[in-house]
C-alpha cells in the first residue's frame, strides 16, 4: 500500500498560526533594523519608508502563508489566506493602538486584499515546497 503524502496537519492550526505570524514578525524586524541601519548611515531619504513597510509586508505575509503550507501540505491557499489575514488585521490593530491619528480609510482595505492574496500565494507555494 502506497503512503499518502499529502497528510493533514494534526496539530493545533492555532499554534501554527502563530508560529507562522511570529516567524513573519522577526523577518520584519530584522528588515527594519536594516533599514534603520542604512537610513542613519548612508545618504538614503527616509521618504522610502512607506514604500518598504508596504512591500515587506507584503513579503511577510507571503513568508507567513508558505509556513503554514508547508506544515499543513493541503489547502495551502486557504490557510495561507488566513494567516495573512490575521497578520494584516494584527499590524492594522497595532497602528490604531500605537498611532494618535489613525483612521479607517480604503487603503485599509486594500492592504486587507493583498496580505489575504499574498498569504494565499505564499500557502500554494508551501504546500509544493519538498
Known amino acids: 500500500m502506497k503512503a499518502n503524502k499529502n497528510i493533514e496537519y494534526n496539530g493545533s492550526y492555532v499554534w501554527l498560526y502563530v508560529k507562522a505570524i511570529v516567524a513573519a514578525c522577526v523577518f520584519v524586524l530584522l528588515i527594519f533594523i536594516i533599514m534603520a541601519l542604512l537610513i542613519a548611515y ?3 531619504s527616509e521618504a522610502i519608508i512607506p514604500m ?3 512591500i515587506v509586508m507584503v513579503i511577510s505575509a507571503l513568508i507567513s502563508g ?3 503550507g508547508t506544515k499543513t501540505k493541503r489547502k495551502g491557499w486557504l490557510h495561507g489566506a488566513l494567516v495573512g489575514l490575521i497578520y494584516v488585521l494584527l499590524i492594522i490593530f497595532m497602528n490604531w493602538v500605537l498611532m494618535k491619528d489613525f ?3 480604503g487603503i485599509i482595505f486594500l492592504k486587507i486584499f493583498i496580505g489575504i492574496l499574498a498569504g494565499g500565494v505564499g500557502g ?3 504546500v509544493n515546497l519538498k
Do not use: R
Open 103 to 105: 483612521s479607517i480609510e
Open 66 to 68: 508558505m509556513f503554514v
Open 42 to 44: 548612508t545618504n538614503i
Open 52 to 54: 518598504i513597510a508596504s
Open 124 to 126: 500554494m507555494i508551501g
